[in-house]
């Protein structure tokens, strides 16, 4: 449906009305209309006012042949300034520009040219955009919050760890078109473990969720390979690495296909138990992303030989290229107990979110227990 151009036209139902009198003031009252139209699927064109306004910034984009673009690139521009404008991160607004982009199928060649004379602020949103053609994603396996440390099964045993999480209090809208956003949502993950040799262990995950609705989603697979190098299993240093590749629905992950390598180091005395995972994700998708990193961090008190309490931690730090310690990147802190009851053993904890990208509340169970 096409909008009202002069003042005396008028619209059809459902049509969109801007009065050409207050031109200057109405840009982005039009434009938020736009964005309003196209939620709701209807179609429209820009009114004459707006083009001419546009039209040196923009004029460019004739040489492409598609005057939609004209249309899609305001659209762009609103969704910029509507983030950039609301304070927040510029991360935030660039992951949220190249959503839209992606959502109108806008080509991004005939922008390159265009940006150039883009206001500086959104130059840098759009420019940072284009050039890593893809939305900032964040990697972290929120089925799976763990420290991994030097434990194996023995050659030729078979074990499962069943993880469980509740985003007790948590974000509730989606941050992509698809998403299950994770507040009030249980997460359900069985891993399977095989012992290969001494120092490597093969892991396979089916990953599950239960929404809010009570219904139940199976959500991918994931297989790891686990080495641990030789070391003194009571006391000193020890080190190893774990490699995971897996499929995941578009419910828990905006990218299908994502692997993660996450380094295990650590030192164990009498009482304490430290590690850490330096962790490096990225997408295996066409148009995934940037390699992204986090750290997770542990430090457990033994209590006794069967029963340990302690801290850890988990450190989203965004792109490889420029990590940070931004709000805009998770960070929280889990109160954990782990308990050997013999024939299964127990990692529960209650996490606190640090920032504003983390659930604010999140408890998480493991238990693990051998089949031979």
């Known amino acids: 449906m096409r909008s009202v151009t002069t003042r005396n036209s008028t619209p059809k139902s459902g049509n969109l009305v801007c009065d050409p009198e207050s031109r200057g003031s109405n840009v982005l009252t039009y434009l938020t209309r736009v964005m309003r139209s196209v939620s709701a699927q209807r179609r429209l064109t820009c009114p004459q006012w707006l083009q001419r306004r546009a039209a040196a910034p923009f004029s460019r984009l004739r040489c492409c042949g598609r005057r939609p673009q004209r249309e899609r690139l305001l659209i762009l521009f609103l969704k910029a300034f509507d983030y950039v404008g609301e304070s927040l991160s510029l991360e935030f607004a660039v992951s949220e520009v190249v959503s839209a982009m992606n959502e109108v199928a806008i080509d991004k060649t005939c922008f390159r040219s265009e940006i150039s004379s883009s206001p500086r602020v959104l130059r840098r949103a759009i420019v940072a955009s284009i050039l890593s053609t893809t939305s900032v994603v964040s990697y972290a396996a929120s089925e799976e919050i763990q420290v991994y440390l030097d434990d194996l099964r023995a050659p030729g045993q078979l074990g499962v760890d069943v993880h469980n999480n509740f985003a007790a209090s948590g974000r509730s809208a989606p941050d992509y078109l698809g998403e299950q956003a994770p507040g009030k949502v249980y997460r359900l993950t069985p891993e399977f473990a095989y012992g290969l040799t001494k120092t490597t262990e093969f892991g396979f995950y089916l990953l599950s969720t239960r929404d809010l609705q009570g219904n139940l989603h199976g959500d991918g697979v994931k297989a790891r390979i686990k080495y641990v190098a030789p070391h003194d299993l009571e006391s000193g240093p020890f080190w190893g690495v774990n490699l995971e590749v897996g499929r995941s629905s578009r419910r828990v992950s905006e990218t299908p296909w994502n692997t993660e390598i996450k380094g295990i180091l650590g030192f164990r005395t009498d009482r304490w138990t430290l590690a850490i995972n330096p962790n490096l994700d990225w997408s295996l998708s066409h148009g995934g992303g940037p390699v992204t990193g986090d750290v997770d961090l542990k430090a457990n008190y033994a209590i006794d ?4 309490v302690g801290l850890e931690s988990y450190n989203e730090l965004g792109p490889l290229r420029h990590l940070s310690t931004s709000a805009t990147n998770g960070r929280s802190v ?32 493991i238990v693990g227990t051998n089949f031979n």
């Open 305 to 308: 030989s069967k029963t340990q």
């Open 334 to 365: 889990f109160a954990v107990v782990d308990k050997d009851f013999g024939k299964f053993d127990l990692n529960a904890g209650l996490g606190r979110g640090l920032s504003q990208a983390a659930d604010k509340w999140v408890i998480k169970i």
